[in-house]
């Protein structure tokens, strides 16, 4: 797989129950992760865990910002969604 010019945005999932939306951009910091929903104060730390899990495992060391709007999703829905949206925002995968 090759890698194109960087997006400066990328979004994976939707706002419908049981999903997620993961929007990836740059930043001008280290990995910085901000979740919102409903569910968030019970699993914040598991949804974080995950969140480093997949993007340490796709090797991301860029300066990137996530943010996740949380519906109910499972753990494996929001690591399909954050590797969706990390490899679009690398342009590895179209939109």
């Not at 979004?11 to 919102?36: N, Y």
């Not at 968030?40 to 990137?64: H, P, W, Y």
């Not at 709007?69 to 969706?84: P, S, Y």
């Amino acid at each position: 797989m090759g890698f194109t010019e960087t997006p400066r945005t990328a979004q994976a999932g939707t706002v419908e129950s049981m999903d997620c939306l993961v929007t990836i951009s740059a930043s001008g910091e280290r990995r910085q992760i901000e979740i919102s929903g409903g569910g968030v104060s019970r699993f914040r730390a598991a949804m974080e865990q995950k969140i480093n899990q997949v993007l340490d495992g796709l090797g991301s060391s860029e300066n990137i910002a996530i943010s996740v709007q949380d519906n109910g999703a499972v753990d494996t829905v929001l690591g399909a969604r954050v590797e969706a949206a990390y490899l679009r925002f690398r342009g590895v995968i179209d939109a």
